[in-house]
């Protein structure tokens, strides 16, 4: 059950250029997406979000766009930095029965960026 | 700035045995959820947790798991019977209300082995 599809299990850039990692996603229901950083042996840290309602949300070298009718979204780095090195997940949620609104994730993108 | 915390950070266990894997959410933060990641695959959500009751569960949450909020500021998963399968990394995140209310917050996770 692939609701959130992160096709990409690696991606590698030079330090200065712009990183972009892709989700796609199936289910109709989501209307909230959430991009996290994880390094090894830590959890999840949250980067960005966007609700359904919005297209583009920016946050400082971050954007993230969304484009409901393709069911897809990206996350932009600019200027990619060696430091943004990590396993990068696109996540969402919707509103379920009770207001649960458990995340659903993808199975991440390992960016490098090369110095 | 405020995190959440768990321990241990590695709990080895002989299959059968039970496990209590513990969690410190944020202190304002209302909602809780417990997800594993084993190695290889995709973050999963197991449970979620709201006004001293299970609000949401997966498939993979049966009978052998349990939650429970024993205070104020503790959040437990155990395992009553551990498998050689439940293997992985268990994390645990909360999130509160208002505008920030669809963002999950994650700890650093438990590794949990079951020899």
């Known amino acids: 059950d692939q609701q959130v599809k992160q096709n990409s299990p690696s991606l590698s850039v030079q330090e200065g250029r712009i990183s972009i990692l892709n989700c796609d996603y199936t289910n109709s229901m989501f209307d909230y997406f959430l991009w996290y950083k994880k390094y090894p042996a830590e959890g999840p840290t949250f980067l960005i979000s966007i609700s359904s309602i919005k297209d583009k949300n920016e946050d400082g070298r971050f954007t993230v766009f969304l484009n409901k009718s393709a069911k897809h979204l990206s996350l932009h780095i600019v200027p990619s930095q060696p430091g943004d090195s990590a396993v990068y997940f696109c996540a969402a949620s919707g509103r379920h029965q009770g207001g649960s609104e458990k995340l659903v994730f993808g199975k991440g993108t390992k960016l490098t960026v090369n110095p | ?115």
């Open chain 2, 1 to 115: 700035e405020p995190e959440v915390t768990q321990t241990p950070s590695h709990q080895v266990t002989q299959m059968g045995q039970e496990v209590i894997l513990r969690c410190v959410p944020i202190s304002n933060h209302l909602y809780f959820y417990w997800y594993r990641q084993i190695l290889g695959q995709k973050v999963e959500f197991l449970v979620s947790f709201y006004n001293n009751e299970i609000s949401e569960k997966s498939e993979i949450f049966d009978d052998q798991f349990s939650v429970e909020r024993p205070d104020g500021s503790n959040f437990t998963l155990k395992i009553r019977s551990t498998k050689l399968e439940d293997s992985a990394m268990y994390f645990c995140a909360s999130r509160g209300d208002g505008n920030l209310k669809n963002i999950q917050y994650f700890g650093a996770g438990t590794r949990l082995s079951v020899l």
